[in-house]
């Protein structure tokens, strides 16, 4: 079975703030693949990051930034600078071969006050 | 390109009631799924379609069915409604090719009292 845990279930930073969000995950597969996605007060899901398991180079993108270290099966995500427009609640979520199918961390709150 | 979409946006039922959820979407996607999000939680699959006429369960499937007779649609059928069903619901698809990103639909908050 997968599981995903992201311990953090609410953080508060203030803006111009580093923050980085933490994410565990647990799987039999070999070759599975990490998401994250973002949900702002609007509701929508939307798409920041995917990783396959054979693929540990961090990666960049503006603001943000991921971490991923299979030896502590974890994929940290951090964004550099908070703005107010950050404040979501954040995903992160693990798939198998089927990519219909993945699960979910219980999500992390961030706000970042101004 | 519409994407997937969802309705309604919004329904409010009485226990014992039934109802379908539509999810559509245009992209050729043969993978759809439905998630349920309850607040404080992430999202859970309550069932999943690997292509037309072929469907599977998740991890909470009890109380929904779903069918896929095209690609495009993949309706959630809520049997007879109960409170504990009180969520949101979301709808996604994507390709088959593994680790392929799934689309999501804006989602449908469901109320039953």
């Known amino acids: 079975a997968q599981k995903v845990t992201q311990a953090q279930t609410e953080i508060s930073v203030v803006e111009k703030e580093d923050v980085t969000l933490d994410c565990v995950y647990e799987t039999r597969d070999t070759t599975y693949y990490l998401f994250w996605y973002k949900q702002p007060p609007s509701g929508e899901l939307v798409f920041l990051i995917r990783?396959?398991?054979?693929?540990?180079q961090n990666e960049i993108s503006g603001r943000y930034s991921w971490n991923f270290q299979k030896s502590t099966s974890s994929f940290n995500f951090t964004i550099t600078a908070s703005q107010v427009v950050d404040s979501a609640v954040y995903f992160c979520a693990l798939s198998g071969p089927n990519a219909g199918k993945s699960t979910f961390g219980d999500g992390t709150t961030l706000t970042v006050k101004p | 390109n519409a994407g997937v979409t969802q309705t309604p946006k919004f329904q409010v039922l009485k226990t014992g009631q039934s109802m379908t959820l539509q999810c559509a979407q245009d992209m050729n996607h043969e993978y759809m799924s439905w998630y349920r999000q309850d607040p404080g939680m992430g999202l859970r699959l309550i069932h999943y379609?690997?292509?037309?006429?072929?469907?599977d369960q998740g991890e909470v499937p009890n109380g929904y069915n779903v069918s896929r007779s095209t690609t495009e649609d993949f309706p959630l059928r809520l049997l007879s409604a109960a409170p504990s069903q009180t969520s949101v619901y979301f709808c996604?698809?994507?390709?088959?090719?593994?680790?392929?990103?799934?689309?999501f639909g804006p989602g449908t908050r469901l109320l039953v009292l």
């Open positions: 990783r396959n398991s054979f693929d540990e």
């Open positions: 996604a698809s994507s390709r088959t090719a593994p680790g392929e990103t799934q689309y």
């Open positions: 379609s690997v292509g037309a006429g072929i469907t």
